[in-house]
């Protein structure tokens, strides 16, 4: 039993270029906006009904996404430009968002009361 591609091939690749991982950390969360064209088909003809408000889950997500991609982009290209070779950001990449991904999950009561705080003093405001 075999994986229908080779992964061998893949991080060789990413060795070769390591330009594409800061590509794809600069781009990916737009790529997952793609994720939103069928839900919005989907709410038009009255199949899905978004909840008016992101539940914990929803925010964690939000939060992992908007930090890893700041925190990535920047990061990988940083990396690239002191000549880090690409295997080694691909692995501070991956344990970035594992680290990220840790303190969301524990922290994530705390952090959308105080997301909540911060909207009512802006529309107070």
């Known amino acids: 039993m075999e994986l229908p591609f080779n992964i061998i091939d893949i991080l060789q690749h990413i060795e070769a270029e390591p330009g594409i991982l800061v590509a794809f950390a600069a781009f990916h969360p737009f790529a997952l906006l793609l994720l939103l064209i069928p839900l919005g088909i989907f709410k038009k003809l009255g199949i899905y009904k978004p909840a008016q408000e992101l539940g914990l ?7 992992i996404m908007m930090v890893g991609w700041l925190m990535g982009f920047v990061s990988q290209i940083l990396l690239m430009f002191m000549g880090v070779s690409g295997l080694k950001m691909l692995l501070i990449y991956f344990s970035m968002y594992l680290c990220i991904t840790a303190f969301v999950a524990v922290n994530v009561r705390g952090l959308k009361k105080k997301f909540d705080v911060d909207q009512l003093k802006k529309k107070v405001v």
Do not use: A
Request: charged share 0%; hydrophobic share 70%; proline share 0%.
């Open 57 to 63: 889950f929803g925010f964690s997500v939000v939060v």
